[in-house]
């Protein structure tokens, strides 16, 4: 059955809510950065989606031959429902300096995704208005 929206819209949405989830461990961090006790957490998924999308470590696809063409991201629909996100406590106490650059790397990455997204929708869009003429 076709969909109205392409798999990786899906996959899209799903990592954009594991950098949300990023995004909030890192302000708890840097929260409790005067809390001589508190030890820093992270959350650990990048490995795992990149297993699951059969990524090498470069972040391109593995091509088993080589003449298959090169393409885009396939995934299932269902395939993040599989994907174990961890959320580790940390050795050590919070590093300002870490956090940040964590932060500033997370914020990036999300708002690429968002940008495609955007590009998604627009191009939906214009196919909408354009049918109609």
Same mark, same amino acid.
């Given at each position: 059955?076709?969909?109205?929206?392409?798999?990786?819209?899906?996959?899209?949405?799903?990592?954009?809510?594991?950098?949300?989830?990023?995004?909030?461990?890192?302000?708890?961090? #840097?929260?409790?950065?005067?809390?001589?006790?508190?030890?820093?957490?992270?959350? !650990?998924? &990048?490995?795992?989606? *990149? $297993?699951?999308?059969?990524?090498?470590?470069?972040?391109?696809?593995?091509?088993?031959?080589?003449?298959?063409?090169?393409?885009?991201?396939?995934?299932?629909?269902?395939?993040?429902?599989? #994907?174990?996100?961890?959320?580790?406590?940390?050795?050590?106490?919070?590093?300002? !300096?870490? &956090?940040?650059?964590? *932060? $500033?790397?997370?914020?990036?990455?999300?708002?690429?995704?968002?940008?495609?997204?955007?590009?998604?929708?627009?191009?939906?869009?214009?196919?909408?208005?354009?049918?109609?003429?």
């Amino acid at each position: 059955m076709k969909k109205l929206f392409e798999p990786h819209i899906e996959l899209v949405k799903y990592v954009m809510d594991l950098r949300l989830i990023r995004q909030n461990i890192v302000a708890s961090n #840097l929260a409790n950065i005067e809390n001589p006790n508190y030890k820093a957490r992270r959350i !650990d998924f &990048e490995e795992k989606l *990149q $297993a699951a999308l059969n990524l090498k470590e470069s972040g391109a696809m593995a091509r088993t031959n080589e003449r298959h063409l090169p393409t885009s991201v396939l995934v299932e629909p269902d395939f993040y429902k599989e #994907l174990e996100i961890r959320v580790v406590q940390g050795e050590d106490s919070v590093d300002l !300096d870490k &956090e940040m650059t964590i *932060q $500033a790397k997370n914020v990036l990455a999300y708002k690429t995704l968002s940008n495609v997204l955007t590009k998604e929708f627009q191009l939906l869009k214009d196919v909408i208005v354009e049918g109609g003429k």
